[in-house]
T-cell receptor, first 114, second 113 residues
Framework: DAKTTQPPSMDCAEGRAANLPCNHSTISGNEYVYWYRQIHSQGPQYIIH???NNETNEMASLIITEDRKSSTLILPHATLRDTAVYYCIVRVGYSGAGSYQLTFGKGTKLSVIP | DGGITQSPKYLFRKEGQNVTLSCEQN?????MYWYRQDPGQGLRLIYYSQIVNDFQKGDIAEGYSVSREKKESFPLTVTSAQKNPTAFYLCASTVGQGPGELFFGEGSRLTVL
């Protein structure tokens, strides 16, 4: 799976949009971009994923650059409950009989400030 | 509601003892995974299973063992051979095909005294 690079920490004012960047310059054509978050001492929570088109769901938006070498997760109106570590992961969608695993790095610790 | 249940949430054991962490899912997922997380670190894959009665080692399988006798269950045993067992353990599952999401349990925190 392609390696990702994320800033170790970010701050965001409550009510403002939080934009979390991720670099994945070695991503392959069949690899998806996934975002998860982990609130302290809980299991990670899936947020969103995409291949090349921008995606939006009830939690967030995912913007992937045209060359697919980087992406941005957008939380449109951050709340205090969004304070968590956010993980950006890239991997193939399905590898048949092989592994189907996600490699988590250290992520970005997002602090939403009142 | 469907989900993944891990137990116990907290576990204390003496050094040299084997411990088994339970993971049960009622999502009808084929694939299940065990991850380990140390403070300030990301997740590292211990073992995974694509189907019943089959499982593969992940990146840090030494000192751990698993079984997959039922689709719903994927218990992890931390053996005395694991040199640094104190950690936060996470179980996860997914449908098994396609680029779907990984569902996680709430984790089990093991402390070896």
């Amino acid at each position: 799976d392609a390696k990702t690079t994320q800033p170790p920490s970010m701050d965001c004012a409550e009510g403002r949009a939080a934009n979390l960047p991720c670099n994945h310059s070695t991503i392959s054509g069949n690899e998806y971009v996934y975002w998860y978050r982990q609130i302290h001492s809980q299991g990670p929570q899936y947020i969103i994923h995409g291949l090349k088109n921008n995606e939006t769901n009830e939690m967030a938006s995912l913007i992937i650059t045209e060359d697919r070498k980087s992406s941005t997760l957008i939380l449109p109106h951050a709340t205090l409950r969004d304070t968590a570590v956010y993980y950006c992961i890239v991997r193939v969608g399905y590898s048949g009989a092989g592994s189907y695993q996600l490699t988590f790095g250290k992520g970005t610790k997002l602090s939403v400030i009142p | 509601d469907g989900g993944i249940t891990q137990s116990p949430k907290y576990l204390f054991r003496k050094e040299g003892q084997n411990v088994t962490l339970s993971c049960e899912q009622n999502l009808n997922h084929d694939a299940m995974y065990w991850y380990r997380q140390d403070p300030g670190q990301g997740l590292r894959l211990i073992y995974y299973s694509q189907i019943v009665n089959d499982f593969q080692k992940g990146d840090i399988a030494e000192g751990y063992s698993v079984s997959r006798e039922k689709k719903e269950s994927f218990p992890l045993t931390v053996t005395s051979a694991q040199k640094n067992p104190t950690a936060f353990y996470l179980c996860a599952s997914t449908v098994g095909q396609g680029p779907g999401e990984l569902f996680f349990g709430e984790g089990s925190r093991l402390t070896v005294l």
